[in-house]
């Protein structure tokens, strides 16, 4: 639920300054929060602060109101997410004699804080981006959940120090226009999305999940430490069976805690593994006919409703389908584009806006399968890396070459898809002989050396991925357990999560997922490699767990993920817009591109003589939204 704001000036103000800057914070995020919101300010001799919220009601809708203030008044907090486990916190508190004004998770928060200050965050299993001012240390805390599953940006710019849910509430309130971050601008330009502690401004960063920071009032200084420990994974010698009766366990009570709500809940059901495991779940554990969507295709190719009907049917749920065609994608491009603030190119955002925005006529909390992929090894990309391994061990370096060069010709495509032809293109591209491949592999637009043909000298960056590889002390990845490791604190904190978040709360939608629970990951971070994958086998223990629930080899069909015929659109109706984007006189004034390289890229998509969707599609998504930041009028 919710969106916040927040404001440190480091200099005498007032009160109605403070709400005044808090008020506009808040009106560009309503659609986080329509049914409520608060502000606090305290402007003092020598600094002021203030927090703010939009409120979406879910739990406690009569008394829940923020912020929320401690018996004394010393200490105030706000709140966006949902804190799973806050009805044991709260018991555990009331023991000890601590009573409570509201029946909400927010008060549970403080309440705890008040007892254990900051080590009190560790206890929290939820989804959450939070503020605490603390009056009597002089003090203003920022936390934000461990896998990062709602946003947090923060910047500090001459006297003030601000805070909030989403970009556009923090650069709204500055003199001007940041400077583009040029780290940023390569890692979107790799990756499709720029994640944390980056944004693609200069100046603002995002806090980094699983991290607090602490503002000190007095120095006005700060610094960011980790809530929770995160060991190294160590496989340990458990029997399969009893991993797979805890990970049964485990998905089963974390389904139960996210499926806590005050208003309608439902699941997001496409059919596939993880969202028919929560699904089914969640008609275990309900007392109520569960509610269930999902998103079908007019184009037979992209349809797979025979699937989710199929789990209604087993589960016996109140099932609403939606079938849309590529217009209804179409014309939503620029409203979801916009609104993520920074450049954000992938195509399933589109399709996952719609369903949201479906579904939000029905319920308003949404349970996803997000995050059973990376917590349980799903993805095609961590089999493909055991055949990098596997392809190096054979085939000399010095004959890759020519088989990659011989393959990009054989294997060209002309079409918008993700086929064979372009997978196996991708893969030869991909195969790195010095422990590098799984970081080309999740660079889903260009690769290094494409990056470096198609940006100017002056601002391309060649150590892009050197920080994450310094804080998960590994500078090769060459197993399951290190790409999963990098999947949790870049493709999963950059890309899923963002993409889940700003789509369906710009609907007034909130969506949980189950599978990112640090009880689960953590389960899964001790369990040897080939119970997650046996041979191709993906997500193995989970199936298992589960697959006496479901028809046989259910569990084991194929299924295709969101995406949206972007290539085709930039030949159409996007066409006009994009080649205004490639004009001369505009790239020279942007001093970013390679004029003689990004120009024939695209015409030559434009005229099927290459495809190059995804390289195009993120060039399109990045000259959108430096049009609408820095040229809109």
């Not at 502000?39 to 879910?58: E, W």
């Not at 939204?625 to 809109?632: D, E, G, M, S, V």
Request: aromatic share 10%; charged share 25%; hydrophobic share 35%.
């Amino acid at each position: 639920m919710c969106g916040i704001n927040g404001i440190i000036v480091k200099q005498n103000t007032s009160n109605e300054g403070i709400s005044k800057t808090l008020n506009r914070m808040n009106d560009l995020i309503v659609h986080r929060g329509p049914d409520d919101d608060g502000t606090f300010a305290q402007a003092k001799d020598v600094y002021g602060v203030g927090m703010a919220m939009r409120r979406l009601s879910i739990i406690d809708l009569t008394s829940g109101q923020q912020p929320i203030y401690s018996d004394d008044k010393k200490i105030v907090i706000t709140f966006n997410g949902e804190i799973y486990n806050y009805r044991e916190l709260r018991a555990e508190l009331e023991a000890q004699d601590i009573s409570f004004k509201t029946t909400s998770d927010t008060e549970v928060i403080l309440k705890l804080y008040e007892k254990e200050g900051p080590t009190s965050f560790s206890k929290l299993d939820g989804m959450f981006a939070f503020s605490i001012y603390d009056e009597q240390l002089n003090k203003v805390f920022i936390a934000r959940d461990f896998f990062g599953e709602k946003p947090l940006y923060y910047t500090m710019l001459n006297n003030r120090f601000l805070w909030a849910s989403e970009l556009k509430s923090i650069v709204n309130e500055l003199d001007q226009k940041p400077r583009i971050s040029t780290r940023g601008l390569n890692l979107f330009l790799r990756l499709t999305y720029v994640p944390a502690p980056h944004t693609i401004y200069e100046g603002i960063h995002k806090l980094e999940a699983n991290r607090f920071l602490e503002y000190d009032l007095s120095s006005h200084t700060f610094k960011i430490a980790p809530i929770n420990d995160e060991p190294k994974p160590r496989p340990q010698n458990i029997p399969f069976e009893e991993a797979k009766r805890q990970v049964k366990d485990i998905v089963t009570k974390s389904v139960e805690s996210r499926s806590v709500s005050d208003v309608p809940l439902g699941t997001f059901l496409s059919g596939g593994v993880d969202s028919s495991i929560v699904s089914l779940c969640l008609s275990q554990v309900s007392s109520k006919k569960v509610e269930t969507f999902s998103i079908g295709f007019k184009k037979a190719s992209f349809d797979e409703t025979d699937k989710s009907q199929l789990v209604a049917k087993l589960i016996n749920s109140n099932h609403h389908e939606f079938i849309i065609d590529e217009d209804d994608l179409k014309h939503n491009i620029h409203e979801i584009l916009v609104n993520f603030d920074e450049p954000f190119s992938d195509t399933a955002a589109l399709p996952t806006y719609l369903v949201s925005k479906k579904t939000r006529e029905h319920v308003t909390v949404a349970l996803t399968g997000d995050g059973g992929d990376e917590v349980f090894g799903g993805y095609n990309k961590y089999y493909v890396g055991k055949m990098n391994s596997r392809y190096t061990n054979i085939v000399p370096k010095v004959l890759h070459k020519t088989i990659r060069n011989l393959a990009n010709s054989i294997f060209a495509t002309k079409d918008d898809n993700r086929g064979r032809r372009f997978q196996i293109r991708k893969l030869l591209n991909s195969i790195d002989y010095d422990g590098q491949f799984f970081w080309n592999i999740v660079s889903l637009a260009n690769t290094e050396k494409q990056l470096s043909e198609i940006l100017l000298p002056e601002v391309m960056h060649s150590d892009l991925f050197d920080e994450y590889k310094q804080k998960l002390h590994l500078n090769k990845a060459t197993s399951l357990t290190d790409f999963r490791q990098i999947d949790k604190i870049i493709s999963l904190e950059g890309g899923m999560l963002p993409k889940v978040d700003r789509t369906s709360m710009l609907n007034s939608l909130e969506c949980r997922a189950p599978f990112l629970n640090r009880e689960l990951w953590e389960l899964t971070n001790t369990l040897p490699e080939d119970y997650l994958m046996k041979g191709w086998n993906k997500k193995y223990i989970l199936k298992e767990a589960f697959k006496d629930q479901f028809p046989d080899q259910f569990l084991e069909k194929s299924k295709s993920g969101f995406g949206s015929p972007v290539g085709d659109w930039l030949r159409s109706s996007l066409r006009k817009e994009l080649e205004s984007y490639i004009e001369t006189k505009f790239l020279k004034s942007q001093k970013l591109f390679n004029i003689d390289t990004i120009v024939p890229l695209v015409k030559n998509h434009l005229s099927r003589k290459q495809d190059n969707t995804f390289r195009v599609w993120a060039f399109y998504c990045f000259q959108k939204w430096y049009t609408h930041n820095y040229l809109k009028i």
